[in-house]
């Protein structure tokens, strides 16, 4: 996302929609972002891409602007996608479109050798696992109305990036996946911090993940810890950027201890650094 540029679309005569993309082209796993600037008569409702509906929200601390993050999916293919906004026009509804471009990210792959116990998985682990996912899916596909977010997010943990995000990944020559967060280095023990506001809406030991934290910043945004040895937060608590949340570990499915640190929007697992960056950068540019 190192480009930004305005995109006017032409209604008619009388009337352009002014509306900022973050970039036309976005790889696989990343997220766009549109920023519409309040028109007088305009009301900007949604954007609809592949039949799925995205509300175009309030900007989180701009008045005079609305938003929407667009995630793209790690398994989506080459493309050019057709963007349909929806907007009310005078109370007219009328629709506009444009295309984006999704281009292959061009991931690496990594062969992972894991205890085969945590591989080929029991009846009762399956079915662990399984609930697990189907909780924490429940969780990501909910979308709060209000933001809790008004500055840049931080960085759980200052530390070396071990494994990126989007590393195809094959487990002992069977499961198949792909990294679905980023890894900091983090011996057992280290204070791990919240990245922006928001709430705690998971904090329990899982399967695959260990103890887990996520955090729900609002907007359909969460933030994902895991692998962690120790909670200082409990579900429910409204927490506060740079806040500790609890201690990183080695629990879970891990090859030893780290941060496993992962990004929801709308219920797409997307690269969590690069959807900081393009918040940082667009939406609290110059708020720290
Ligand atoms: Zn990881």
């Given at each position: 996302?190192?480009?930004f ?8 005569t ?13 790889p ?8 519409f600037?309040?028109?007088k008569?305009?009301?900007y409702n949604?954007?609809?891409?592949d039949?799925k ?10 008045a005079?602007?609305?938003y929407v993050?667009?995630?793209i999916?790690?398994?989506e293919?080459?493309n050019d ?7 009310k ?5 009328k629709?506009t ?12 792959k ?11 998985l029991d009846?009762?682990?399956?079915k662990r696992?399984?609930l697990e996912y189907?909780?924490a ?5 909910t ?16 530390t070396k990036?071990?494994s ?5 990944r094959?487990?002992?020559d069977?499961l198949?996946?792909y ?11 280290v ?9 705690v809406?998971l ?15 609002g907007h359909g ?5 895991f692998?962690?040895?120790k909670?200082?937060?409990e579900k429910?608590?409204r ?16 090859t030893g ?6 990004a ?17 950068k ?7």
């Open positions: 996302m190192r480009f540029y305005f995109l006017l679309v032409c209604i008619s009388l009337n352009a929609l002014d509306i900022a993309i973050s970039s036309s082209i976005i696989n796993g990343k997220t766009a972002l549109f920023e600037k309040k028109e008569n305009i009301h949604n954007v609809v891409v039949n509906r995205y509300t175009i929200l309030q900007h989180p601390v701009d005079h602007k609305m993050l667009l995630p999916s790690y398994y293919k080459p996608k057709k963007v349909t906004l929806n907007y026009d005078k109370n007219v509804e629709n479109m444009f295309f984006l471009r999704v281009e292959d990210a061009k991931y690496a990594e062969t992972l050798q894991v205890d085969n116990s945590k591989v080929s009846k009762k682990d399956k696992a399984s189907k909780e899916m429940d969780i990501y596909n979308s709060t109305q209000k933001s809790y977010i008004s500055s840049k997010f931080i960085l759980p943990l200052d990036i071990t990126e995000f989007g590393k195809a094959v487990y002992n069977t198949k996946g990294h679905s967060g980023t890894d900091f280095r983090a011996k057992v023990g204070p791990i911090k919240a990245s922006n506001d928001g709430v809406v904090a329990k030991d899982r399967f695959y993940s260990g103890g887990s934290i996520v955090i729900d910043h945004i969460y933030t994902c810890y692998h962690m040895s909670f200082d937060v429910g608590q927490v506060k950027k740079a806040q500790t949340i609890g201690l990183s570990g080695d629990s879970g499915r891990v201890p780290h941060l496993h640190f992962s929801r929007v709308s219920g797409v697992q997307v690269d969590p650094l690069q959807l900081i960056t393009l918040m940082n667009n939406l609290f540019k110059g708020i720290e």
